[in-house]
């Protein structure tokens, strides 16, 4: 495939294919995701453990277990307090992601990988040994720290390494990182609650370690991003890492020589926070809030964090409960995979599309099936096996559309739409949008599950209708344009051309 030479939609095309060497970068690069996924699955699991709720939560632990059939269901986990433990990371990682678009821009991307996993490491060991409810949410603002660091660099990093014809694909790595992630978290979760008895939490928490070493030491032999070198001024350096990339045999001269006009201009551009409110930037702006918050408002992560604990609220055992979130992550990591053949090829407008549409239908479905069986005031009765095989297979058809269009198309198209000037600033508020409304929702699920009872998923419902068709009406295509020739698209379309002007492509300086 090295060598592969496609014209782009821009009008310019640069040699270079999927040599070794991006796709082992892109390879570790995606080891930050790990260390997300795990997190985004460890907790749900842990707070349905018995032993785990008795020791840091016991009011919660006495209020699930002195319920009497006939009491309102929904109510059952109705705690902020164990929210708080689960959310209390990503608030953390909320605070990171400000901070980290700086440490990116000075330092790179490759050392805020690293000063990301050892955060995360130390997150990982307070948890293991914690005693006291502090030690746990300290332990889990740390691992915040952690996520806010590698989710600000690793994506942008994965975007510049990539030859553009296959930008899609590698990137899309990060959020198949996640997913196995989660799914790790899933089967330790299992396993763990099976033969650890009373300590399975410890262990559940405290081998978060693993994929902090795995980013720490990959990260060490990642080479830099040639932008990001430019950026430094290390021209030589990035000129002779960006031929490593590409091939001993490929010619980069025209990729290098965009590449540092881009850093050149992008260089007018001293206050890339303040520059972001110009006009010029409405639609990078547009989309670094939009898409976080829309991803986030699929209502995903009701399943990502709480599978367990809504799996028993219907009816299912403990061990049963742990299973379920088993089966519905190993989906969310294939259907990944499904993305990832597939985006490239299709585009992302197709895939936001469809996936919108099935995450609406089974939303509707899984609305339906709960409502009817345990109406509004939450007193199930029987639940035969057949009836919760649908509803699981239901989750399951809607985690796929989620996993192969909003997943990880929410970290690949705002990466690949920021112009380099803006981009660490950019991605911030990206990040930044996406641990608020991740923070939001860990935080009330259980509040509104109470409240909402079986309507929860319309209202998800409402904004996946919502999102759609936001994306018909202002995302342009994407796929197969370099990021130095994005401004091209923004020109083209019938929206965003008001904003976007041909003499645009160079960014503005701050004084004009
Ligand atoms: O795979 C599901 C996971 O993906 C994310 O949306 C990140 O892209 C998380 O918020 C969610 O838990």
């Known amino acids: 495939m090295a060598g592969a030479f496609i014209e782009s939609k821009g009008g310019k095309a ?22 997300f996924g795990y997190d985004l699955g460890i907790s749900g699991g842990v707070t349905s453990m018995d032993p785990f709720l008795k020791k840091f939560f016991p009011e919660v632990y006495e209020k699930e277990h002195d319920m009497k059939p ?5 109510c059952k986990f109705d705690s902020q307090t164990l ?14 992601s400000l901070v980290a678009s700086v440490v990116t821009r000075a330092f790179g991307r490759r050392l805020t990988m690293i000063f990301g996993g050892l955060l995360f490491l130390f997150g990982a060991g307070l948890n293991f040994f914690a005693a006291h409810v502090w030690m746990l949410i300290v332990g889990r603002l740390l691992l915040g720290f952690g996520i806010g660091c590698a989710n600000q660099s690793v994506p942008i990093y994965m975007s510049e390494v990539a030859p553009y014809n296959y930008r899609g694909a590698l990137n899309m790595m990060f959020q198949l990182a996640i997913t196995i992630g989660i799914f790790a978290a899933n089967l330790l979760n299992y396993l763990f609650a099976q033969y650890k008895g009373v300590d ?6 405290g081998c978060a370690a693993v994929p902090a070493l795995m980013i720490i030491f990959g990260a060490f032999f ?44 992008s260089k007018a551009v001293k206050h890339p926070w303040a520059s972001l409110l110009k006009r010029h930037y409405r639609p990078q702006l547009t989309f670094a809030i939009a898409i976080p918050f829309f ?46 053949f597939t985006v490239d090829k299709f585009g992302r407008r197709t895939l936001f599309l469809e996936g919108g549409t099935q995450m609406f239908l089974c939303q509707v479905l899984i609305t339906s099936l709960i409502g009817i069986k345990f109406g509004v005031d939450g007193t199930p009765g029987e639940l035969p096996k057949w009836y919760a ?35 660490s600033a950019c991605q911030s508020i990206n990040v930044a949008v996406n641990m608020i409304f991740t923070f939001a929702i860990a935080q009330i699920f259980t509040t509104m599950l109470c409240h909402m009872k079986f309507g ?51 960014p503005p300086s701050d004084e004009v």
């Open 14 to 35: 640069y040699p270079g294919g999927l040599t070794r060497r991006v796709f082992f970068t892109c390879f570790v690069a995606a080891f930050g995701g790990l260390i």
């Open 83 to 96: 929210t708080l433990f689960t959310s209390s990371l990503y608030l953390a990682a909320l605070v990171a």
């Open 295 to 340: 991803q986030q408002l699929t209502g995903m992560n009701v399943i990502t964090f709480y599978a367990p604990v809504l799996f028993k609220t219907i009816g299912f055992g403990a061990t049963a409960s742990l299973m379920s979130a088993l089966i519905t992550g190993a989906c969310n990591a294939v259907a990944t995979l499904v993305s990832i």
């Open 456 to 506: 929860l998923f319309i209202f998800f419902a409402c904004f996946v209708v919502g999102m759609s068709i936001f994306i018909y009406k202002f995302l342009p295509e994407t796929k197969g344009v370099p990021i130095e020739e994005m401004h091209v698209v923004w020109q083209n379309h019938p929206y965003w051309r008001k904003f976007v002007k041909p003499t645009d492509s160079k």
């Open 222 to 265: 990642l080479p830099e991003s040639p932008s990001s070198l430019i950026e430094r001024g290390l021209d030589e350096k990035a000129k002779t890492e960006l031929q490593k990339i590409r091939g001993s045999k490929v010619d980069v001269d025209d990729e290098f020589k965009d590449l540092v006009a881009a850093s050149e201009s």
């Open 200 to 205: 399975a939490w410890r262990y559940s928490l």
């Open 389 to 423: 095989t649908i509803i699981v297979v239901g989750i399951c058809v809607y985690v796929a559309g989620f996993a192969w269009s909003w997943g990880p198309l929410g970290w690949l198209v705002p990466s690949e739409i920021f112009p380099l000037e803006v981009r």
């Open 70 to 74: 006939s009491d309102n269901q929904y």
